[in-house]
């Protein structure tokens, strides 16, 4: 039986000191967001693995690939730069961006240097990404500790945060909250969280009123 599922390709441009590991675990990153968007992965383009011609010239191997697969979507790992994102959008191609796995180990070291509290029970939130039929498309573990707030998507830790700094920007939301990859603003007394420029949440009420209690 032929998929369901709409098909995407994804685009990953590497660092050239990346190692076989960090690209196996980037890969996965791309085909688990598009699992969690409902997408079929056809094809991964990697700049580094292509030829010199297609190397320098991603957009036009990035439209050659979705076409032959009937997609108009990109999956990519880590945030696109402007003229990158402004390519995309002249060429009509959807792009979904995943934070980069590799990027958020050192927070993983925060996070464990952090001290914890005696008998302290860590707190989580869940804030979900819903479409307009209702069903979530993804989700963010907020974890509240004696001294952090962490951000998790599936297994990959996003941010870590100063408690207290997080505290006191919900208290006074008048400004927007940025920390490293991730942003936390209010418009129109609407809570919003984006990760790596393009992932929106938007959080409801009942979330907002969590973590206003528990951080």
Same mark, same amino acid.
């Given at each position: ?36 968007? &409902?997408?079929? %992965? *056809?094809? !991964?383009?990697?700049?580094?693995? @292509?030829?010199?011609?297609?190397? #320098?010239?991603?957009?036009? /191997? ?71 039929? &209702?069903?979530? %498309? *993804?989700? !963010?573990?907020?974890?509240?500790? @004696?001294?952090?707030?962490?951000? #998790?998507?599936?297994?990959? /830790? ?58």
């Amino acid at each position: 039986m032929a998929s369901l599922r709409s098909t995407a390709v994804g685009y990953l441009a590497l660092p050239g000191t990346c190692d076989d590991r960090s690209r196996r675990v980037r890969r996965a990153a791309l085909h688990s967001c598009a699992e969690v968007e &409902g997408l079929e %992965l *056809a094809q !991964v383009y990697e700049p580094a693995l @292509a030829g010199p011609g297609k190397a #320098n010239d991603p957009l036009a /191997t990035l439209e050659a690939l979705a076409s032959s697969c009937q997609a108009r979507t990109v999956v990519t790992v880590g945030a696109l730069d402007a003229p990158m994102m402004e390519m995309f959008r002249r060429a009509e191609l959807r792009v979904i961006t995943v934070p980069d796995p590799a990027r958020c180990c050192r927070h993983r070291e925060i996070r464990a240097a952090a001290q914890i509290e005696p008998g302290h029970s860590p707190e989580q939130v869940e804030i979900e990404r819903i479409n307009q039929w &209702g069903h979530v %498309l *993804a989700s !963010v573990h907020v974890t509240i500790e @004696a001294t952090t707030v962490t951000l #998790n998507i599936i297994d990959w /830790t996003v941010v870590v945060l100063d408690r207290a700094t997080f505290r006191a920007w919900l208290q006074q939301p008048d400004h927007v909250l940025t920390v490293d990859h991730v942003q936390w603003s209010r418009t129109d007394d609407h809570f919003h969280l984006r990760i790596d420029g393009s992932c929106l949440y938007t959080l409801s009420a009942i979330t907002v009123a969590r973590l206003y209690n528990l951080v």
